[in-house]
Nanobody, 119 residues
Framework: QVQLVESGGGLVQAGDSLRLSCAAS????????MAWFRQAPGKEREFVAL?????FYADSARGRFTISRDNAKNMVYLEMNSLKPEDTAVYYC???????????????WGQGTQVTVSS
């Protein structure tokens, strides 16, 4: 099983950019569908972006966020641009052996990193 550690969160203003990183160990990220999810206070965890051979985005992320991975470094990234207050959440990196946007299909999770966007 792969172990995941997120970093890069912080407090930014609306319109700013932020890059989140997910460091993987134990297994290579290329063996998995890697995703970012987020969870805002009082809300369910929701899908943001997915990558393996191609990428897939939630409507809320498409056009503003970019998911990428560096197999040599065993890292996954989420570049977030034009951030909005509604993007405020804890962001989680996750790994699955299947193409899915459902949390139940992801067996490995990081601890999360907080992103706060002020208006």
């Amino acid at each position: 099983q792969v172990q995941l550690v997120e970093s890069g969160g912080g407090l930014v203003q609306a319109g700013d950019s932020l890059r989140l990183s997910c460091a993987a160990s134990g297994r290579t990220v290329s063996a998995y569908y890697m995703a970012w999810f987020r969870q805002a206070p009082g809300k369910e965890r929701e899908f943001v972006a997915l990558i393996r051979w191609t990428t897939f985005y939630a409507d809320s992320a498409r056009g503003r966020f970019t998911i990428s991975r560096d197999n040599a470094k065993n890292m996954v990234y989420l570049e977030m641009n034009s951030l909005k207050p509604e993007d405020t959440a804890v962001y989680y990196c996750a790994a699955s052996v299947k193409h899915s946007i459902t949390t139940a299909d992801f067996s490995s999770w990081g601890q999360g990193t907080q992103v706060t966007v002020s208006s």
